[in-house]
């Protein structure tokens, strides 16, 4: 069986099957925040396809060097899977090219951010395993939540686990196995619209009952703002618009989201982050 080893690096996984639900957007966000707080942090990409954080940390690296700022970017790799014709042979490849990559990145830094891809991949499953917080991003609909539970057509309550709480539970039992504390799983709605309606209410009411059923923490979250999908050429977060000349400049809008994003950072309880 896999062993997960301890880790000396506090390490934060972004996962969620369901594509497009704003891990990366997220996890940037979280990165550059983590940051500006003074620690050091190091990410990791696990989406090996699409990589939209390595090129969300690209083009930041683009626009310092293009704005002459030094201003110190994280220190990030992406895991390429393994090509081995034999599945047992490549997973255990797989498991290794992780463990060292976490191996490197865990030397300099206080957080290791992993992005996973939208979708279930054995680097996912393992670095699942590795979280010490794992956050959830998901999209204010029920198609998403049909990933962590089933829910009764008519009243909306929860009838069962589904394909992603069930493989969350898999990497905690393996984290457990590893003697290792358990990981904080934290779930938050993404892009929530600005207008109130049954759906939204709806959705609230079944996450709020569902965390006492799946042991996550439920805590508030993005709302839908075109700032977010703006910034990423140039490889800026809602945290730099005050201080870098050449971003956007700052709108109520912004200050709001900043807000949201501060809230969600206290809410999620990292170490060292209060006081
Ligand atoms: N709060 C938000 N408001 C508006 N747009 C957002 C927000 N968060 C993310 N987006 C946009 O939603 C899309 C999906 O976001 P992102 O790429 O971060 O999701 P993902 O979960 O990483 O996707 P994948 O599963 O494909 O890796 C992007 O176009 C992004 O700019
Ligand atoms: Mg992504």
Not at 3 to 22: A, D, F, S, Y
Not at 232 to 253: E, N, R
Request: aromatic share 6%; with cysteine.
């Amino acid at each position: 069986m896999q062993v997960i080893k301890p880790r000396g690096v506090h390490i934060i996984v972004l996962g969620n099957e369901k594509g497009g639900t704003g891990k990366s957007t997220t996890a940037m966000h979280l990165t550059v925040s983590i940051q500006k707080r003074g620690f050091r942090v190091g990410v990791l990409d696990l989406d090996t396809r699409q990589r939209s954080l390595t090129r969300y940390l690209e083009n930041r690296e683009a626009f310092f060097v293009g704005h002459g700022l030094d201003l110190g970017l994280p220190e990030h790799l992406v895991a390429s899977p393994s090509s081995l014709p034999d599945i047992r042979e490549r997973a255990q490849e797989d498991a290794e090219l992780l463990d060292s990559l976490v191996d490197r990145l865990e030397k300099d830094n206080d957080f290791l951010v992993i992005d996973c891809p939208g979708g279930h991949t054995h680097f996912s499953q393992l670095a699942h395993a590795m979280a010490n917080t794992l956050l959830t991003p998901m999209n204010d609909s029920f198609v998403d939540l049909d990933l962590l539970a089933r829910v009764d057509p008519e009243t909306y309550a929860i009838e069962r686990l589904s394909l992603y709480a069930e493989s969350v539970w898999d990497s905690r039992k393996l984290r457990g196995a590893s003697g290792l504390p358990g990981t904080d799983w934290v779930v938050i709605r993404n892009r929530i619209s600005a207008t109130k309606s049954k759906n939204r209410q709806r959705m609230d009411t079944a996450l709020e009952s569902l965390q006492k059923r799946i042991a996550f923490r439920y805590i508030s979250g993005l709302s839908d703002r075109v700032i977010y999908r703006e910034l990423f050429p140039k490889g800026l977060t809602l945290v730099d618009l005050q201080d870098i000349k050449g971003g956007p400049k700052m709108s109520m809008s912004h200050v709001a989201a900043r807000y949201e994003l501060r809230k969600l950072l206290d809410q999620l309880d990292l170490p060292g982050w209060q006081g």
